[in-house]
């Protein structure tokens, strides 16, 4: 379910994963916030349709070479949590280029599968681009999260060894 601005109600809406316009670099935001660039955490990169899924990958930016810096502890706070596994939810901020709209209770044929919307308008999103990806505590889409496991990822070694020398355990 999102807000259509269009008709200032909310709809239900289905991005197709093949309408992706692909892209190789957004920014990886605290929870969608845009107006700051205190709010950019890292990107996101590595765009990619598996199945009927987006996959991409969230990559923290480097602060090493602040010291003692409130926006490098808040990015670490986001790091550990995450790395935890307390942190799990992810979405994607993105730009509608091409939408086929189905009236409440009724059904169309989009691209050979039926869709049908329920008690609100739903809208088919065919072409899409991403504008950026959010660490969300909860989820609009609750298959949205991060399915990496945590041990698999590699932090950074600078980064690493600039957070050790502020006090982060060697096995943390």
Not at 16 to 22: H, I, N, S, Y
Not at 33 to 41: A, G, P, Q, V
Not at 97 to 110: C, D, N, Q, V, Y
Request: hydrophobic share 35%; with cysteine; proline share 3%.
């Amino acid at each position: 379910m999102v807000f259509d601005r269009g008709s200032r109600q909310i709809i239900e809406e289905i991005l197709l994963m093949d309408g992706m316009v692909p892209t190789d670099h957004a920014p990886m935001l605290n929870d969608h916030r845009t107006y700051s660039i205190d709010e950019l955490f890292g990107s996101v990169r590595d765009f990619k349709i598996i199945g009927k899924k987006l996959h991409c990958r969230f990559y923290f930016a480097d602060l090493s070479e602040i010291d003692n810096d409130d926006e490098a502890k808040r990015l670490e706070r986001a790091w550990i949590k995450v790395k935890q596994r307390h942190l799990k939810g992810v979405s994607v901020g993105y730009r509608v280029l091409k939408s086929e709209m189905i009236a409440p209770g009724t059904s169309r044929k989009i691209n050979g599968t039926i869709y049908t919307a329920g008690d609100l308008p739903l809208r088919v999103a065919l072409r899409w681009k991403p504008r950026e990806g959010s660490l969300t505590v909860i989820q609009a889409d609750d298959a949205s999260h991060i399915r990496q496991s945590m041990e698999a990822t590699r932090m950074n070694p600078k980064l690493l060894k600039h957070l050790q020398s502020q006090g982060l355990r060697s096995d943390a």
